[in-house]
Nanobody, 125 residues
Framework: QVRLVESEGGSVAAGGSLKLSCGFS??????MAWFRQAPGKEREGVGC????????QYTDSVKGRFTISLNSARNTVYLQMDNLKEEDTAIYYCAATPLAVHWDVNLQPSQYRYWGQGTQVTVSS
């Protein structure tokens, strides 16, 4: 059973930065992703990283602002968020699966078996 533990989020002014981490343990992970869910909205894929090979994909709204990285030695994936906007306010979740998710669906929540506890990120004007 894979366990995912996310760092705490936080509150930041628009234009600021936050970095989230997600430590994984307890089993094999091939793909990991970050999702977010704002009040009244569906869960949205932010970005995905393939543990073997390191390929990364981002949703269009965060390209150039968010960066996903992996520290293999620490079994931790990071989400660096820069130039944050009010519309980035949401609960952020990391997710993982032992499968190498197909590129075309790697930002779909249904592809991931394990989920972190979620952490609130609030961006104010």
């Amino acid at each position: 059973q894979v366990r995912l533990v996310e760092s705490e989020g936080g509150s930041v002014a628009a234009g600021g930065s936050l970095k989230l981490s997600c430590g994984f343990s307890g089993g094999y992970v091939a793909s990991m992703a970050w999702f977010r869910q704002a009040p009244g909205k569906e869960r949205e894929g932010v970005g995905c990283i393939y543990i073997i090979g390191g390929l990364i994909q981002y949703t269009d709204s965060v390209k150039g602002r968010f960066t996903i990285s992996l520290n293999s030695a620490r079994n931790t994936v990071y989400l660096q968020m820069d130039n944050l906007k009010e519309e980035d306010t949401a609960i952020y979740y990391c997710a993982a699966t032992p499968l190498a998710v197909h590129w075309d669906v790697n930002l779909q929540p249904s592809q991931y078996r394990y989920w972190g506890q979620g952490t609130q990120v609030t961006v104010s004007s």
